[in-house]
């Protein structure tokens, strides 16, 4: 069935280090893949997205990269800030509705 | 406020009780979808709407649960005779058909004693 496994489960970081969060999906008709960021107690934000037919794509300090054949991607953020901290979660859908599968998210710390 | 809008916010009630959800979509937005997040997981889809019609539901809901979308607006979710591992936050999105990104409201965070 259709699962995206999302990895590491926490990260930790010093301010103004890289991270980085992976993620792989089983369903090869996904063609949708959104990164959201979770602040305790909010809604899930769309931070950035990338669809099959591009293999890269960035903002600012975030970028995310799509490997289709092996069916991952993965989202890195430069320059980590404490306000970057919060649980991040990778998704993938495809067009058949585009229901939302989701990975089990990433708890990012930055530290002072 | 143009953001997706649910109520309530919370809602604690016991085993057994009837407990129905609102969502507001952003106002343009056909598509309306709904998850179910528990500690510490990403959010798990339960069904969605495009307009009035109920499109997908998952296999792994409950009968217990149903939705709605009368008017191809807002949407209700409700769960009969809850047990306590019906508690979790549902989360509603909305898009447009045809774009992928999904909105996200703020979500009713549901207790059952």
């Known amino acids: 069935g259709e699962n995206v496994e999302q990895h590491p489960s926490t990260l930790s970081v010093q301010e103004g280090d890289s991270a980085v969060i992976k993620c792989t999906y089983s369903?090869?008709?996904?063609?949708?893949f959104p990164w959201y960021k979770q602040e305790l107690g909010k809604r899930p934000q769309l931070i950035i997205d990338?669809?099959?037919?591009?293999g890269e794509k960035k903002d600012q300090r975030i970028a995310v990269t799509l490997n289709k054949t092996a069916k991952h991607f993965s989202l890195h953020i430069t320059e980590t800030q404490p306000e970057d901290s919060a649980v991040y979660f990778c998704a993938a859908s495809n067009n058949q509705g585009g229901k939302l599968i989701f990975g089990q998210g990433t708890e990012l710390s930055v530290k002072p | 406020d143009t953001g997706v809008s649910q109520d309530p916010r919370h809602k604690i009630t016991k085993r057994g009780q009837n407990v129905t959800f609102r969502c507001d979509p952003i106002?343009?937005?056909?598509?309306l979808y709904w998850y179910r997040q528990t500690l510490g997981q990403g959010p798990e889809f339960l069904t969605y709407f495009q307009n009035e019609a109920q499109l997908e539901k998952s296999r792994l809901l409950s009968d217990r649960f149903s939705a709605e979308r009368p008017k191809g607006s807002f949407s209700t979710l409700e769960i009969q005779r809850t047990e306590q591992g019906d508690s979790a936050m549902y989360l509603c999105a909305s898009s447009l058909a045809g774009r992928e990104t999904q909105y996200f409201g703020p979500g009713t965070r549901l207790l059952v004693l």
């Open positions: 369903d090869s008709a996904s063609n949708y």
């Open positions: 106002s343009e937005h056909n598509r």
């Open positions: 990338i669809r099959s037919n591009v």
